[in-house]
C-alpha cells in the first residue's frame, strides 16, 4: 500500500467516525501536530495513540520524539493494540516486543504487542505438558516424599494445560521477550511464507517464547508487574516521565545472539519417541545444548572467552562465554521447558536389610546343594552372585563399579587383613571413578560380619577359594 493510499484510508476512518476528535495541536506556524504530517506519523509509527494520553505524559505524535517512545518500558495506556484482538492493551494485561516501534533492516516498525490471553501456543498441544504443579517445580525445598498430596484431578490438570498454553500479563517486563515475527528473521533474514516448515518453525518459536515465561512462577510475575506499576505511578508524582528511560529495551541485532535456533531444535527432540513415555524426557533432549556448546567453543568467536583465575593454590579456573545457550533468555528457557514437560522417574526399588539377608540365606540352600552335588560350575555362579550382593551393598557401591574388582589384590590384602588387630576383608578395585581424574586403586575395607548379620568375609573365601584351585 502506497503511503498516499494509506492517508486517504486513513482521512475516510476519521471522516466515518462519529465522535469528535481530541484536540491536536496544529503544525501551522512551526507548532508540531496536525495536517498531512499527523496522518503520516500516525501510520508510518506502530501506534494506534489517543492525544489525549500522549499530553498527559508530555508526548505529541511528531517523528521528533517517536523515537523517545521507541523502547520505552512503561507506555501511555491506549498506545498499544494487539496483534490479535486488536483491542487495546494496558500496563499489565499483555507482552510487547523489545523491538516494537523499531524499524530493523528493510522492515516496517515492529507492531509486536497482544494480551496475556492471546498470546497463545500455536502448537494445539503438540508439544508434551507435565502434570505436575509449577510451583513445585519452582520450588524443589518444598517437595513432599514419594510425591504425596499432588495427585491432580482431571479438572485440575486440564487449568494446567491451559496455563502453559498462554501469557501472563507483564511477562515481558521479567524475561526478555521478541517476537515470533522478530525472532524469525533474525534466524532467517527474512519474513516468513504461510506453509511448510515456516509455520513448524513459528509453532516452535511460540512454544520456546511461552516456556522463557513460565519459568517464572505465576505468582512472581503478578508480584513483579505489580511492584513495577507502582514504582512508576510514584515516578510520575515526583516528575520523573520515563525513570527507566536510560536502559531502553530495544532494538535487539537482526540476528539470533539468544539461542531461538537451538531452542527450536531442543523442542523439536523433545517429540521424538521416549522409553518410559510417549516422548523423550527433558534431561535427554537437552543434550543437544552441550553438543551446540562444544561446538561454539571450537570457533573463533567462542575462544574469545576471558578466564578469571584466583592467587590461591590450585585454584579452578572460570571461563565466561559468549555462547547463546549459556545466555539470560535460553536458560530461561531451558527452566520453562523442565518445568512445562515434567519427569517421568522410574528410581530402582530400595534393598532393605531383611530383604538382603532372607536372599543370602536362600543362596546357602543352593550352595549347600551345589556342594552335594560337586557342581563347580554352579558353585562358582553362586559364589560370584553372593560377593556382588553381600561386598557390593556393605561398600555402598554402584553397579557399573563392581566390574572394577581385581581378585588378585582382593587375596592378597584380604589375608593381611585377616591378621589386623581389627580384622577385615578387602575388595580391591582398579579403574576410572566418578569425580576421578584417571585410573586409580580403591582398597575398601569391609567388616568381615556386619551388626545386622551380611557375611561379606564367608562369600568372598568361597569365591577366592573357587579361584585358587
Known amino acids: 500500500m502506497s503511503l498516499s493510499q494509506a492517508f486517504v484510508d486513513k482521512l475516510s476512518l476519521s471522516k466515518a467516525n462519529s465522535s469528535p476528535s481530541p484536540d491536536i495541536p ?21 501506534f494506534s495513540f489517543l492525544g489525549s494520553k500522549w499530553d498527559d505524559l508530555g508526548f505529541s505524535p511528531s517523528r521528533e520524539n517517536l523515537g523517545e517512545l521507541r523502547g520505552r518500558i512503561w507506555l501511555p495506556n491506549g498506545c498499544v493494540r494487539c496483534m490479535s484482538c ?53 520450588d524443589p525445598a518444598d517437595e513432599d516424599d514419594e510425591g504425596e498430596g499432588w495427585e491432580l484431578s482431571e479438572a485440575e490438570q486440564e487449568v494446567l494445560r491451559d496455563e502453559y498454553q498462554v501469557a501472563r500479563g507483564g511477562d ?11 525472532h524469525f528473521r533474525n534466524m532467517t533474514g527474512r519474513d ?73 531444535i531442543l523442542l523439536e527432540r523433545t517429540l521424538d519417541r521416549g522409553h518410559n513415555a510417549a516422548t523423550l524426557q527433558f534431561n535427554t533432549a537437552r543434550g543437544i545444548t552441550t553438543v551446540f556448546n562444544n561446538y561454539f567453543h571450537t570457533t573463533p568467536e567462542g575462544l574469545r572467552g ?30 520453562g521447558c523442565h518445568a512445562r514437560m515434567g519427569d517421568v522417574h522410574f528410581p530402582d526399588k530400595a534393598l532393605t536389610i531383611d530383604e538382603l539377608l532372607a536372599f543370602l540365606q536362600v543362596l546357602d540352600g543352593y550352595w549347600t ?11 562358582f555362579e553362586l559364589a560370584t552372585i553372593g560377593t556382588v550382593v553381600a561386598c557390593g551393598f556393605s561398600a555402598g557401591l554402584r553397579g557399573e563399579e563392581l566390574g572394577y574388582s581385581r581378585l588378585g589384590s582382593t587375596c592378597k590384602h584380604t589375608e593381611a587383613g585377616s591378621e589386623h588387630r581389627k580384622p577385615h576383608v578387602v575388595l580391591a578395585l582398579m579403574g576410572r ?20 548379620g551380611i557375611n561379606n568375609q564367608k562369600w568372598l573365601y568361597r569365591l577366592l577359594s573357587l579361584y585358587h584351585e
Not at 27 to 41: I, M, N, V
Not at 228 to 247: E, K, T
Not at 316 to 325: C, D, I, L, T
Open 26 to 46: 496544529s503544525e501551522r506556524d512551526g507548532k508540531p501536530g496536525g495536517g498531512l504530517s499527523q496522518f503520516t506519523d500516525s501510520f508510518l509509527s506502530p
Open 86 to 138: 486488536n483491542g487495546t492493551i494496558s500496563h499489565t494485561s499483555g507482552v510487547v516486543c523489545a523491538n516494537f516501534g523499531h524499524e530493523r533492516g528493510p522492515w516496517s516498525p515492529c507492531r509486536g504487542a497482544w494480551h496475556a490471553r492471546c498470546y497463545r501456543a500455536l502448537d494445539s498441544g503438540r508439544f508434551p505438558i507435565g502434570l505436575v504443579p509449577h510451583e513445585r517445580l519452582c
Open 172 to 182: 515481558h517486563l521479567l524475561c526478555p521477550f521478541q517476537c515470533d515475527k522478530c
Open 192 to 264: 516468513p511464507v504461510e506453509g511448510g516448515s515456516d509455520d513448524r518453525m513459528l509453532f516452535c518459536v511460540r512454544r520456546a517464547c511461552l516456556d522463557s515465561f513460565w519459568s517464572w512462577c505465576p505468582g512472581t510475575v503478578k508480584s513483579n508487574t505489580g511492584e513495577m506499576s507502582r514504582s512508576f505511578a510514584r515516578a510520575i508524582g515526583l516528575g520523573l516521565d520515563d525513570p527507566l528511560g536510560q536502559h531502553k529495551r530495544g532494538p535487539f541485532p537482526l540476528r539470533d545472539t539468544w539461542g531461538m535456533a537451538m531452542a527450536c
Open 306 to 335: 576471558v578466564v578469571c583465575l584466583t592467587a590461591e593454590v590450585r585454584a579452578k579456573k572460570s571461563y565466561f562465554s559468549s555462547s547463546p545457550v549459556n545466555g539470560i533468555w535460553y536458560t530461561r528457557f531451558s527452566l
Open 369 to 379: 546343594k551345589a556342594i552335594e552335588a560337586n557342581d563347580l560350575e554352579l558353585q
Open 433 to 452: 571413578f566418578k569425580g576421578v581424574v584417571s585410573r586409580k586403586w580403591h582398597h575398601m575395607a569391609l567388616a568381615p560380619r556386619s551388626e545386622s
